[in-house]
């Protein structure tokens, strides 16, 4: 199969992506920020993360990549492309239910409240969920060993660090409140985990 047509998909969910978060972001930024636990790890983290984003971008526009080169199968590409679909679903529905309490980084905004409805009533982060699903689809589609995992490897390292802070960082802010959530919801999977 050519590895054009896994070009042209991981193309189109990367903007699909930009396009969903970017609202959100200039949004976010008009919402004062109360405390703010970005310390040197968490910059170092997303910046490793972000890097494993661009990964696929380089991979479409130049050969740096190529001894890393597989064929593409037909089911990869479509698992694949079910998976970046499910993933910019749940991105988009966790932006949208979350609102200006989201940020890049672990912070408290001003009028910061726990989010308990839409996606957050069955996922803690449905964000990371998203994530998660989206670099699945990403390695499926992309036929490359390097390209392929760049995303996924370094958000897992993110998210295992992240969710324990991010989670004691609401606990501290939000107490008994984000407790009976922690209580009655999952951190990533429905029912599940």
């Known amino acids: 199969m050519n590895p054009w047509i896994a070009k042209a998909v991981i193309l189109a969910a990367s903007i699909v992506m930009v396009i969903i978060r970017a609202p959100h972001g200039r ?28 990964f696929p971008l380089v991979w479409i526009v130049s050969p740096l990549f190529s001894f890393a080169e ?19 679903w749940l991105f988009y529905r966790s932006h949208a239910d979350l609102g ?8 408290v905004r001003e009028h910061h409240k726990v989010v308990s409805h839409g996606i957050y009533c069955s996922i803690r982060h449905p964000m990371y969920a998203a994530l998660f699903v989206y670099s699945i ?20 390292i993110l998210c295992a660090f992240r969710m324990p802070a991010e989670e004691a960082m609401m606990i501290e802010e939000f107490g008994d409140e984000y407790a009976a959530y922690m209580a009655k919801t999952k951190r990533l999977v429905p029912g599940l985990w």
């Open 137 to 156: 689809g990403q390695a499926l589609v992309i036929p490359n060993w390097v390209a392929g995992p760049s995303y996924l490897i370094p958000f897992t």
């Open 100 to 107: 200006t309490n989201w940020s890049v980084t672990l912070q």
């Open 70 to 88: 597989y064929p593409l199968s037909v089911g990869s590409l479509v698992a694949g492309v079910g998976c970046l679909v499910v993933g910019l």
């Open 27 to 54: 949004r976010s930024r008009h919402e004062k920020v109360v405390k703010d636990r970005k310390g040197t790890l968490e910059i170092v983290l997303l910046a490793f993360t972000m890097l494993g984003f661009l």
